[in-house]
């Protein structure tokens, strides 16, 4: 405990010296940042910040690091940047016309790059179960018992057993709630609905559509709630602990929907070792900490949370990019991990980062998606220039520096075409609260929250 306290005072001063001003004084340009401050550590590190309302919030870790308490498992980054590839595809083609991965489900993109567990309860008397948070898809499952090897996947806490909870319901077929899932999904032999999500990426789940009472925190209970109740699932990521999905989209099936919130928010954390949060409903905290801009929807999905995107900053200088190259808008995504930007606009932003950055340290390969890496071998204290999103109606973001670089390399990725949206990849959020506010049709953004 006193050494817990001692690694985060020295934490404390880290960052108290360390956002300084560069050689020539321009405190506006860059961001010093201690190379091991964008490195997991092996033990877990509490949240930093007093968090928004003791009200509702819910610890959020990434689920491959040692808060999760999961197996580390160390994907190469290509196999990590290959999956979020599919993604980001995924997601393109369920907003062009000929989409084969918009269903009667909603939008299911895929599990393979999802990152960010949370542990809510699950039926009466509650059973803790750890699910991976995605605003990309509606519909939330878990594993339940019977559920074996090799058809199921061993996870982190006991297998959700319906016959032990005295508030658990299958669906029969002829519910409305299993009507409005496609004809695909069909019926099981003892009358109960069946459901199946093929995902974007090839993996699936199905069982059955059950409903029980979802405990999110004690003040936040959701009756009749509404999920799968997985009996089997294909392509679910190897050594992957967690219990199910917890979705998040604007669809009819996901959680915000459900449970009649107007609003929900996460903090992704720095890095894998250290806390972040989640609440449901509007935050306990003042509206003007946010920096407000409008959330769109789009008729070809009910599920994704729009932004528009209109100028991009770099070391305070503004890119030249006019506005119309960002008007198919982005979706915000926790599960994508790399912001996707139309093709001038990233051209854009890597020639005015590199012209920084070069001065400081040596070019380095390409990784993947990433063509804009450096060599930081040795480097003790990196001087990462700032870079701000800038949204619709002015609203600047300015990024922390684990949200800019990424395994050394300029953490952005080109689209292929002009006309695509672009995504806002869950790297640019860390750190800050990003706030869905559904019914007011706002997303807000409130820097240094975790
Ligand atoms: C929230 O905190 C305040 C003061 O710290 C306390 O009076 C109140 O009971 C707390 N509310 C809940 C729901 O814990
Ligand atoms: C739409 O379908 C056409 C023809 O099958 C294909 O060439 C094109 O890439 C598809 N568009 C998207 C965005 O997937
Ligand atoms: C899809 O089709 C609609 C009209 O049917 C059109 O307005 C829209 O631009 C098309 N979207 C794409 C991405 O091609
Ligand atoms: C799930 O995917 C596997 C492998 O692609 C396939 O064999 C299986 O039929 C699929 N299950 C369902 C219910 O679609
Ligand atoms: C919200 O916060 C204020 C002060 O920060 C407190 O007085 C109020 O009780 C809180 N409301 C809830 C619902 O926690
Ligand atoms: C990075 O620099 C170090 C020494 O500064 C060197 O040993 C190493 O080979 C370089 N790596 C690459 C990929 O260029
Ligand atoms: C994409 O936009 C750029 C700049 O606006 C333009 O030069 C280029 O021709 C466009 N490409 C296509 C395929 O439309």
Redesign the pocket.
Known sequence: MVLRVLLLLLGLQAAIVSPTVDAKGHGHSYRVVAANKLQPKPVCSALRVTPPSNRTWLPLYHRNGPCAAAPVVHSARTTILGRDQDRADAIQRALSNNSTVSTELGIALGLGTLEYVVAVGLGTPPVRQTVLIDTGSDLSWVQCRPCHLPRCHRQRDALFDPSKSSTYSPLPCGSPACARLSARNGCSRSNRCRY?V?YGD???T?GTYSSDTLTVNPSDVVPNFRFGCSH????FPDADRTDGLLGLGGDAQSLVTQAGKSAFSYCLPATASDTGFFTLGVPNISSSRFAVTPLYRSAQSATFYFVILQAITVAGRRLDVPRSVFSAGAVMDSGTIITRLPPPAYRALRAAFRAEVIKMYPPAPAAGILDTCFNLTGVPNIRVPRVALVFDRGVAVDLHPSGIIQYGCLAFASNRGNRSAGIIGNVQQRTLEVLYDVAGGAVGFRRGAC
């Open positions: 199946i093929n090839g993996s699936n199905t089997a699932e294909t392509g």
